[in-house]
């Protein structure tokens, strides 16, 4: 049997046609999360699941944050005995190494909250960054300004575009993203940093932390810890698992 004729420009058409469609529609969210590490696939999966328009923005190429690469470049990580029901509910399989610490692939686990979000509805938009954030006369942060990651990489002067969001997530690890932009514009939202490394300390806290720190604007994950001063914890992240469910809670209480 003869393979049907495909036409290059056909397929472009579908790509855009589609897309296109999607970002149209997700120019209006009900929840813009910031980053696409673990506690952003969490946060997105549980906020989809319970029907809340997601969108998850991520600056690079590929989902899945410092998860991927596991510790040092070994993919496996640790979590402890409060985040296993979150690995359960993903799928996500897991040997006991001995009480309390329990191995999982990171492959996988990326792999699997990747594939339970956007099951569940939420979609991804890649390559993409933020580059400031809406405030307006309510004083709280209701939309996103993006653009291509590759604009800012090559210092272009292309203006951005504009989405509203309800709720933002600030998922952006480390550096805390949204969080310094609505600082640095005078928003009244302080920054502590994060600490030295102390695994129990920082994974014991991070749901204390996990919240709206200005309105409209709620951290998670390593990003909910720089912001409140904590430590930083290496490459145990059943903190981030906890701190992602945690975060939709957050929006599904206000929403729903």
Not at 25 to 47: I, K, M, N, R, S
């Amino acid at each position: 049997m003869r393979q049907k004729e495909l036409d290059e420009v056909v397929i472009s058409r579908a790509i855009l046609a589609e897309q296109n469609a999607v970002m149209m529609d997700y120019l209006d969210l009900e929840c813009a999360v910031v980053g696409a590490g673990p506690a952003g696939l969490t946060t997105a999966a549980y906020l989809a699941e319970a029907g809340i328009k997601t969108g998850v923005i991520e600056k690079k190429l590929s989902v899945g944050g410092g998860m991927w690469g596991g510790g040092m470049m070994f993919p496996r990580i640790v979590v402890q005995d409060e985040a296993r029901p979150i690995l359960d509910k993903f799928g996500i399989t897991y040997k006991e190494y001995q009480e309390n610490y329990y191995v999982a692939s990171s492959v996988e686990a990326v792999s699997h909250l990747t594939a339970a979000a956007c099951d569940a509805g939420a979609e991804f938009f890649n390559v993409t960054m933020v580059e400031d954030v809406v405030v307006k006369g309510d004083g709280r942060v209701s939309g996103l300004v993006i653009n291509w990651t590759a604009v800012e990489m090559a210092r272009l002067h292309i203006d951005p575009l504009t989405l509203r969001t309800k709720y933002t997530i600030d998922a952006t690890g480390h550096d805390a993203t949204i969080a310094h932009q609505v600082k640095n514009k005078g928003g009244d939202l302080p920054i502590a940093g994060e600490g030295f490394m102390w695994a129990d300390r920082a994974e014991a806290n991070i749901i204390e932390h996990t919240k709206e720190v200005f309105p409209g604007l709620i951290v998670a994950g390593m990003a909910a810890n720089a912001v409140a001063g904590e430590n930083r914890m290496g490459p145990i992240f059943g903190g981030m698992l906890l701190s992602g469910r945690r975060a939709a809670e957050l929006v599904i209480e206000k929403l729903l």
